[in-house]
Each structure stands twice: as structure tokens, then as C-alpha cells.
């Protein structure tokens, strides 16, 4: 079962969601976090919500809705992606899409749930993310989960006409998580 704490839920994504994911996929300021260069249509989203039962093993992912519990309110999603079945790892990404929604702890409390259902339900050994150069919150959010930087890659993402450098951090499973 995937924990709940502090405030918030992570669940699912249910057909309902369609609405959210098809509006937080498309704002191009997402896409800079994501490497993502093309909208996202109605039906290839369907599609995947249609597909999200399928187990990790089966799609290298899990997408999960982050929901505010007293409000009932989705405010925005956490994922594992590239996940790695033989080295048991897997990248993190999370978007907390409104502004008004952040700086409340929420990023926070989705991240320590999302740990302990990595670590301690799927087994996993480590989890990564990358963070674009800039991304204060990311970086400050990510260090206060114990993630460590362990590669920085210059100039490794093109954004319009520059290049910007790209932080790998790392969290691995200690003995007693």
C-alpha cells in the first residue's frame, strides 16, 4: 500500500484525472523540467490512463496523484520512471503544478512517501533525479531527503539558445530503510 503523511495522499491516476494531466503535460513551462518537446494529446493521455494498471515491470513507470487530504484537492503528480528491474533504481520526477500550491510542504511530504513505498513495498535499492541548473526548490527539496549530488553535467540541456547544466542526485537505500 502506498503510504499517506502529512496532509497528503498519493493515489493512482483514475480516468477522471484526464482534465488535470492534460492541462499540466501541455504548459510548456513543464516541459523545460522534463525534457518534453511536444504537446501531449487527449488520446495518447487516455491511452495511458487506460494503460496504468500495468505493473512497473511491465512499463519501466508509475505515475501517482498527489492529493491534498482535508481539501480532496489533486494539486499534482510524482513519478518513478526508467526504472531498472536488475539494479533495482529508478528516477524521480515530481510536479506540484500550481504556485499557489508550493511552499507548503506538500512536495516534501509526497517525496517522503513516495521513499518509504520505493524502499520499503517495491524493494527498490536507489532513486535518482536530475535538476535543471536554477531549480532552488528542486535542489533544496531533494538535499532534505537525503539525496546526494553525485553528477553534474555542463551544458547538458538545450533551452532555446543556450545550454544549461543538469545536477544528478542520488538517494540509496541504507540498511535500516
Not at 480532496?72 to 528516477?91: C, M, S, V, W
Not at 553528477?151 to 537505500?173: C, G, H, P
Amino acid at each position: 500500500m502506498i503510504p499517506e503523511g502529512d496532509g497528503i495522499r498519493l493515489r493512482a491516476v483514475e480516468p477522471e484525472d484526464l482534465e488535470l494531466l492534460y492541462k499540466w503535460e501541455n504548459e510548456e513551462d513543464n516541459w523545460k523540467q522534463s525534457n518534453t518537446l511536444v504537446p501531449f494529446s487527449k488520446y495518447i493521455l487516455k491511452r495511458y490512463i487506460a494503460n496504468s494498471h500495468k505493473s512497473l515491470y511491465e512499463t519501466s513507470q508509475l505515475r501517482l496523484m498527489i492529493d491534498v487530504i482535508p481539501a480532496e484537492k489533486t494539486i499534482g503528480t510524482i513519478d518513478l520512471f526508467d526504472f531498472d528491474h536488475y539494479h533495482l533504481r529508478a528516477g524521480v520526477g515530481i510536479l506540484i503544478a500550481d504556485p499557489r500550491d508550493r511552499k507548503k510542504g506538500h512536495g516534501s511530504a509526497a517525496l517522503e512517501c513516495l521513499i518509504r513505498y520505493a524502499f520499503g513495498t517495491l524493494g527498490l535499492h536507489q532513486l535518482w533525479c536530475n535538476i535543471m541548473e536554477g531549480n532552488e526548490e528542486s535542489m533544496k527539496l531533494f538535499l532534505s531527503h537525503g539525496f546526494t549530488l553525485c553528477a553534474t553535467r555542463k551544458e547538458w540541456v538545450r533551452a532555446d539558445d543556450s545550454f544549461n547544466t543538469e545536477y544528478m542526485l542520488q538517494l540509496i537505500r541504507t540498511s535500516g530503510s
